[in-house]
């Protein structure tokens, strides 16, 4: 079965500064995506960003970017420029790439704080 | 267009009842899952619909039970209430059933959920 662990429960970070969120993930499979959620207290899930793990480049999505390492079952997202509105949980989730399935398999999430 | 819509956003049971929360997924969406969010669990995986058939389902007791319409809204169930179900559940849609290569992939679009309170 899969896991997906986020090791840190909160993180903090000052406004226009750079935040990595931390996330590792057990697999056997060799085909599989990735993806950063996000839930600000609306309780919406939003997608931040999604890794296919057949690509090597790392995805980036304007100031969020992953550095995704395969081998080391890693995959940590980059916030630059950080603002206020980044302020939100962030769950790490991992998705089979065959099965013809949504199911998600998240983390426990980190909780972000943004200090102007 | 008209995102994920759940209704109620919050609900109040006592143990022992019954309840049934309702998801309109996007317009166009077929696919349609649900979640349910706890502090000590996290999220975990109920089950998830296609087509008005059940494609997958997550460890959870006989008590909770879904369906899916033609149209596509989605219902799910929980009976026979416990204090522990009292949770976020979250629904999620997607165009269809994720499968290979991003072809064929849409993220999911999740709704601001319900919050069920069991007293």
């Known amino acids: 079965a899969q896991t997906v662990t986020q090791s840190q429960p909160e993180m903090s970070v000052q406004e226009a500064e750079t935040v990595t969120l931390s996330c590792t993930y057990d697999?056997?499979?060799?085909?599989?995506?990735l993806f950063w959620y996000k839930q600000p207290p609306s309780r919406q899930m939003i997608l931040v960003i999604r890794?296919?793990?057949?690509?090597?480049q790392n995805a980036t999505e304007n100031r969020f970017s992953v550095n995704f390492q395969k081998a080391a079952k890693s995959f940590s997202l980059k916030i630059s420029d950080s603002q206020l509105g980044d302020a939100a949980m962030y769950f790490c989730?991992?998705?089979?790439?065959?099965?013809?399935?949504?199911?998600?398999?998240f983390g426990t999430g980190t909780l972000l704080a943004v200090q102007p | 267009k008209a995102g994920v819509t759940q209704t109620p956003r919050y609900l109040i049971k006592t143990r022992g009842q019954q309840v049934t929360l309702s998801c309109s997924p996007i317009s166009g969406h077929r696919s349609v899952s649900w979640y349910q969010q706890t502090p000590g669990q996290g999220l975990q995986f109920l089950f998830e619909y296609f087509s008005e058939t059940q494609r997958n389902k997550g460890n959870f007791p006989g008590r909770f039970s879904g369906r899916q319409f033609s149209n596509s809204r989605s219902e799910m169930n929980v009976s026979t209430l416990e204090l522990g179900d009292s949770a976020l559940y979250l629904c999620?849609?997607?165009?269809?059933?994720?499968?290979?290569?991003?072809?064929?992939?849409?993220?999911?679009?999740f709704g601001n959920g319900t919050r069920l309170t069991v007293t």
């Open positions: 989730a991992y998705r089979s790439y065959g099965g013809a399935t949504n199911k998600l398999i």
């Open positions: 999620a849609s997607s165009p269809q059933p994720g499968q290979g290569s991003s072809t064929y992939n849409s993220p999911l679009h």
């Open positions: 890794q296919e793990a057949y690509k090597q």
């Open positions: 697999t056997s499979e060799s085909d599989y995506y």
